[in-house]
């Protein structure tokens, strides 16, 4: 695999002797223990996901479900990770391959947990603390289990737009948490002193722990129960059956060069100025090469991500195009995938690139080489999506105990691209995530200052097409008491394509309410440190999906519903769609076939 | 002679457990001490006439009984495959969509054709109504009555026959779902309404609104259902009370189940686990665990402290489109493994079971129906598990040959191996798989799977339950007399339960505990005329409170129980250290110094039933009866990794104080027990299989 260098600024230690490390053989798993194992993988990253969603202290944990757990060989490539970040997909496996090198496996013994939350080795923000424990069986170092969580902060700078690390907030190199067994208390002193909540961080924390310690009880259990060598043998062929699936699927691919370009609204910093994004999928027999050296250079603002995040990009649009289902999510799935990412890119970043809103950038490379592959293949691709978390970051008093507080009011629902046979999905969650979730409002209410006047869905959002794209949602908050607000969303002006004549879904879009007025013409939508007094709301409305397919290919009566559940306006249904229903409701047989000639025509 | 029969004294309590392919029957006399059990082919399409047939196979009347106790899957039936009513959703204006939107997540992260949940009621019939509170229960917008008629009018329009009501912050003040609920009853008085604080008060919008619709959804048919066995049962002759079990395993009379159906989601599972309590108390167990298993899945749930252990909430439909329903339930996990699951060997060359099943039709190849699949029952077939001619008591012939080709065409030859590797391989998988189920509600709720006893029953549990034991170092097997009818054994053994929770913020440092105290009698008040109300004599009426509870800044909660001293004493420090120690047992972890909150009051009262005391059976010596013996089959264990000559023996000859070494089995009418080599069987004195797991 091609990729650029890693930009960490940890200096390699010195070359060591060789630690006891448990090697695969493969001969010795038969096809019945390798199902039992692949079971056995499944649950210790499940177990690991509740333990850490139950005992979480922050919501983008335990409501969000914002966290990444996994399960990884002696050597760091990847045995199973949960249902967490898509876009992190890479960036566990990264950083513990980063661990190894760093303490060398002779510099790690039972009862080490490391961590770090270096961005350019996980590639993504300051938030994402990484806990990390070598799993030793009978003194050999077995495996890993790896649990990566979003904490609500980290110190740096509280809202408002930064243009490097520093302002960002803690930075931890790659250290050891715990050294066998004992904790690093000075460590935490320093954690405990650079965060504005303290309590929250060190309940986060407990709950990293107690979720990575579960994972490995279970795994050591299936390491006892069948034998430390058997088990990494069906390891490595639960990845080989993998990598065969993958290669198998490619191969149904037709061979040629695809591209496609998109871009984003900008970087936050020169509104405005669109950021390109080009990609080059190159597919030879049962290979695939992903190609994101045109993506832009690394920008100014927080938007940057480091060069896992771009490998990340690649291996998630190859995994929905080859192997979707195929669980659990490990190394063998990418092994027919070349990435070409240079250094110095929106996805490569290097120090000191500021991260902050790494998420965003990311979503919208999965989804150009989605565009790039309609030519090749049209019945497994996607039109756009929403490809923004839609989420908004307040802070403010308490007027009920008068103490800080961080929340945030999202992720939101958006809609999602239509596809061949399919229309998309409404108000769901972006690319970027997979199993994470929303605030209940009640929940939001009764923890803070704020009163949600309403969360719909966005008539006429979806891209219309013979199927329709997903819809938008629609958020608007209002303020009980004075609040500092922070939003940066984009994609609102690059709202999301269709594909094969299919219609653009709706940009995103921020308002505000100020003293009743509503203000929704900003330059772009990334409203920084506003303050809101009393009264004030916000609205957050998500984009819709693109359409996929000529419009007036659309089944009349398939319009009819949508209007009837409003999901199009009659308007929508008679100009873009062409249909044409009467006072009930009901297609208008001969006057919609007569509209839909018409239009033919040029008329 | 029925008619003096009737009335004074009828002594007999009927229960009838309806699954997907049988009617089990169990009807108990308090005079005779008599257990009679029936079995029959459920009818699907007049749910009735099976229950019927089974009271006959079991020899008893309506007219003799005192009781009659029933669980079904009528209900989950009816929202799995959408065959409710046409239902709309009034709710606050503002947040029509909330039930479409959901909690947004994508589980399926990688499929681009992936599905969210479908609501079971469509945009069209969401209606909003103009009102709000805020979440301290106060009102910041009155509700517009207007706004709710304008509703009704469409709805009136649209034919909508039931009604969901969903209110934001209802749990802390109602008002405004009573009335909206008064309004359209008054105007379509036909329509079956149900108001979200009925079922749940506990916050989390989306969650409590799927529990009301859902209840809407299903609540006509559900109704239709109930009331047609009651008629029944007027017709003929019963002058009874008529019970029915909730998820909670617990009962509740018809009356109530008419109105508020969702709470009998998981009857039947639930009425099982309660039967394994029931047994456990008279064994003398603490703790236990129950294993079922049937055709398409197994099922787990947990006695702990001599108590069934519940849950807040369940997902219907499957995980990535499921539909919750937050309202306490039995806590069950469950695994797509079962008899029937089918085992292939994918693309890649890897080897799948489930959870994919033959079902009844056209079922495992050896059934001979057509099936060409092979299943976990073939397995068992080919490794001498089960006997071709003994199925169902020799009801029906399996067919080797068919499993035998099955297993070869799809597994062996794929893969280059022997049949009987290959039926060996699909039977190990299977027993993996299932110790997730078993895990999933011990191990990963922080008790120890190991120390507990088995108790196994469904037609397929007790053939898989000592190498499922094996699995998680389990050293004790229980299989009850008659496992195939053991749901309805459960019922005769339950009690009227009524469960409430309400949510009630605050820490637990300044928590008020007059305002718990009287948080709590309300609940409890409740629970006792609900008690009153339903016309059944209990011997007794206990009553518990339990705290959800979490350390401040984190989410969910646990449950602690509480007992009356603690309560009483008003003592916070023991609470605290409660809650720390269940911390601990859940998680691995507690935080002793940090502070707690509460969050919800949950107050359980119990109409304590007279149970049907265990009849013992005959007594006999260390060696069964010559007339046990069923001779001997070859069977292949890969626990001992060889084939060997195993004796084969009848249940229903068996005797109390019998001992078996293992290798064994042990056939009945619906099942067969499977003793390994090194297992130690002892027909305990009411007839249960207790197995000593040997090493192996």
Not at chain 1, 98 to 124: C, K, R
Not at chain 2, 88 to 98: H, N, P, Q, S, V
């Amino acid at each position: 695999m091609t990729t650029s260098k890693k930009a960490s600024g940890s200096t390699r230690p010195p070359a060591r002797k060789v630690a006891k490390v448990a090697a695969p053989r493969r001969r010795i798993a038969d096809a019945v223990l390798t199902e039992i194992v692949r079971n056995g993988a499944l649950a210790v990253t499940e177990e690991m996901k509740t333990h850490l969603m139950r005992t979480a202290y922050n919501m983008i944990i335990y409501e969000a479900l914002d966290f990444t757990v996994g399960l990884f060989t002696p050597s760091g490539d990847t045995v199973s990770i949960g249902l967490g970040l898509p876009s992190f997909i890479r960036g566990m496996a990264n950083t513990v391959q980063a661990m190894i090198q760093h303490f060398g496996t002779d510099g790690i013994e039972a009862g080490d947990i490391l961590v770090t939350n270096d961005a350019y080795t996980t590639g993504s923000h300051l938030y994402h603390f990484t806990f990390a424990v070598p799993v030793f069986h009978q003194g050999i170092l077995s495996g890993w289990t790896v649990c990566m969580a979003h904490w609500p902060d980290v110190g740096g700078q509280l809202g408002g737009i930064t243009t490097d690390i520093y302002a960002e907030g803690l930075q931890i190199p790659i250290l050891k948490y715990q050294r066998a067994g004992v904790v690093n208390q000075d460590l935490v002193d320093i954690i405990r002193m650079n965060v504005r909540l303290p309590d929250r961080a060190m309940g986060d924390l407990r709950a990293q722990i107690t979720a990575v310690r579960s994972g490995e009880r279970r795994y050591l259990e299936l390491l006892e129960r069948y034998g430390r060598e058997p088990v990494l043998g069906a390891i490595a062929r639960i990845m080989d059956q993998s990598e065969r699936a993958a290669r198998a699927r490619t191969l149904t691919i037709p061979d040629g060069i695809y591209e496609a370009e998109s871009f984003m609204d900008d970087d936050g910093i020169t509104v405005g100025r669109r950021i390109p994004i080009k990609v080059k999928v190159v597919k030879k027999g049962e290979r695939m090469t992903i190609d994101l050296t045109g993506v832009s250079p690394q920008v100014s603002g927080f938007y940057n991500s480091g060069p896992s995040t771009g490998i990340s990009c690649a291996q998630v649009a190859y995994k929905c195009l080859t192997s979707p289902t195929d669980y659990p999510i490990n190394e063998g799935s990418f092994r027919a995938l070349d990435v070409i990412v240079p250094p110095g890119t929106i996805v490569s970043a290097v120090k000191p690139a500021a991260m902050r809103w790494w998420m965003t950038f990311p979503m919208t490379i999965v989804d150009t080489i989605f565009r790039a592959m309609v030519a090749a293949i049209p019945e497994r691709t996607i039109a756009a999506h929403h490809a923004d978390l839609g989420v908004a970051m307040i802070n403010g008093i308490s007027p009920r105990d008068g103490r800080l507080f961080l929340a945030s009011i999202g992720p939101s629902g958006g809609g999602w691209g239509a596809k061949a046979t399919a229309d998309g999905m409404n108000g769901v969650v972006c690319l970027n995530d997979g199993d994470t979730h929303n605030h209940p409002v009640e929940q939001m209410e009764a923890k803070y200052p704020v009163l949600f006047e309403r969360h719909a869905l966005r008539e006429d959002s979806g891209g219309a097409g013979r199927h329709r794209g997903g819809l938008g949602t629609e958020q608007v908050v209002r303020a009980l008491s004075p609040i500092n607000f922070n939003i940066q969303v984009d994609r609102v002006h690059c709202p999301p394509w269709g594909l094969e004549g299919g219609h653009s879904g709706a940009g995103n879009h921020v308002a505000l309410r100020l003293e009743g007025r509503e203000i929704g013409d900003f330059p772009n939508a990334k409203v920084l440190s506003r303050r809101l007094a009393a009264g004030d709301a916000f609205i957050i409305r998500t984009g819709g999906g693109g359409g996929f397919g000529d419009p007036e290919g659309r089944a009349p009566e398939r319009v009819a519903h949508d209007v009837r559940q409003g999901y199009v306006s009659r308007a929508v249904a008679d100009t873009v769609y062409r249909v044409v229903l009467d006072a009930q409701g009901l297609v208008d047989a001969t006057k919609t076939a007569r509209s839909r000639r018409r239009r033919l025509r040029g008329q | 002679m029925p008619l003096t029969m009737r009335g004074w004294r009828a002594s007999a309590r009927i229960a009838a457990d309806i699954g997907g392919t049988f009617t089990d029957v169990a009807s108990f006399d308090e005079k005779t001490g008599h257990l009679r059990l029936g079995k029959t082919l459920s009818t699907p399409r007049d749910l009735v006439e099976g229950i019927n047939t089974g009271v006959e196979k079991a020899g008893t009347a309506f007219a003799d009984a005192s009781l009659f106790l029933h669980g079904s899957t009528v209900a989950i039936n009816t929202m799995l495959e959408r065959s409710g009513a046409r239902t709309a959703l009034l709710i606050t204006e503002g947040f029509r969509d909330i039930y479409e939107i959901g909690r947004i997540n994508r589980p399926d992260a990688y499929n681009l054709y992936f599905r969210k949940h479908v609501p079971l009621v469509e945009r069209a019939l969401c209606f909003e109504v103009r009102e709000r509170l805020m979440a301290d229960g106060t009102v910041l917008q009155a509700l517009d009555e207007a706004s709710v008629d304008r509703a009704c009018d469409r709805m009136a329009a649209e034919g909508v026959e039931a009604v969901a009501i969903l209110l934001l912050h209802c749990y802390r003040n109602p008002a405004h779902e009573e009335r909206v609920k008064a309004i359209v009853q008054a105007r379509l008085p036909a329509a079956f309404v149900t108001a979200s604080h009925e079922l749940s008060q506990e916050y989390r919008e989306f969650e409590r609104c799927s529990t009301a619709v859902a209840n809407a959804y299903i609540g006509p048919r559900v109704s239709r259902y109930v009331q047609g066995i009651d008629r029944h049962l007027k017709d003929a002759g019963f002058t009874g009370s008529f019970l029915l079990v909730q998820s909670t395993g617990g009962l509740y009379q018809s009356a109530q189940a008419q109105v508020e159906c969702v709470r009998m989601l998981e009857s039947g599972p639930a009425a099982g686990v309660v039967g394994v309590q029931a047994l456990a108390r008279v064994l003398g167990l603490s703790d236990a665990v129950a294993f079922d298993m049937g055709g398409t899945t197994a099922k787990a749930g947990v006695i702990y402290q001599g108590e069934v252990m519940t849950t807040s909430a369940a997902l219907v439909g499957g995980y990535n489109q499921a539909l919750p329903v937050q309202i306490p339930m039995v806590d069950i996990f469950e695994v797509g493994t079962g008899g029937g699951s089918i085992a292939l060997v994918d693309e890649a060359g890897a080897m799948r079971v489930g959870p994919q099943s033959a079902g009844a039709e056209p079922g495992p190849a050896c059934y001979g129906l057509g099936g060409r699949q092979p299943t976990v029952t073939d397995a068992n077939l080919i490794l001498g598990r089960l006997g071709s001619e003994r199925f169902l008591g020799g009801e029906m012939q399996l067919d080797r040959a068919a499993a035998e080709a099955a297993l070869r065409e799809r597994i062996a030859e794929p893969l280059g191996m022997t049949v009987r590797d290959a039926a060996d391989g699909v039977l190990r998988i299977a027993i993996s798989a299932m110790s997730y189920a078993v895990k999933g509600v011990s191990t990963d709720r922080g008790l120890d799977a190991a120390a507990f006893p088995l108790v196994a029953y469904g037609g397929a549990g007790p053939l898989h339950a000592t190498s499922i034991a094996r699995e998680i170092g389990m050293s004790r097997v229980i299989i009850p007399l008659a496992p195939g009818h053991f749901c309805a054994f459960g019922m005769l053994h339950s009690d009227l339960r009524y469960d409430f929770v309400r949510t009630w913020f605050t820490p637990l440092a300044d928590a008020s505990f007059s305002e718990l105290d009287q948080v709590f009698r309300a609940l409890i008040r409740e629970g006792r005329d609900t008690l009153g109300r339903s016309g059944v004599k209990a011997e007794a009426v206990a009553v518990s409170r339990a705290i959800d509870m979490r350390y401040v800044g984190q989410e969910h909660p646990v449950t602690v129980d509480l007992t009356p001293e603690v309560f009483k004493r008003r003592d916070r420090d023991a609470i605290k250290a409660l809650f720390d120690a269940v911390h601990l047992r859940r998680y691995g972890t507690c935080a002793p110094g940090e502070r707690a909150e509460v969050v919800s009051l949950r107050a359980t009262v119990t109409g304590v039933m007279k149970k049907p005391p265990l009849a013992l059976i005959e007594r006999g010596g260390r060696v069964p009866l010559r007339a046990a013996r069923r001779g001997e089959r070859s069977c292949w264990f890969a626990e001992s990794s060889r084939a060997v000559s195993t004796p084969v023996f009848d249940r229903a000859w068996l005797r109390a104080g019998n001992r078996i070494a293992g290798p064994a089995l042990i056939e009945e009418h619906a099942s067969t027990t499977v003793l390994l080599p090194g297992d130690r069987l002892l027909v305990d004195p009411w007839g249960n299989l207790d197995i000593e797991i040997g090493d192996c």
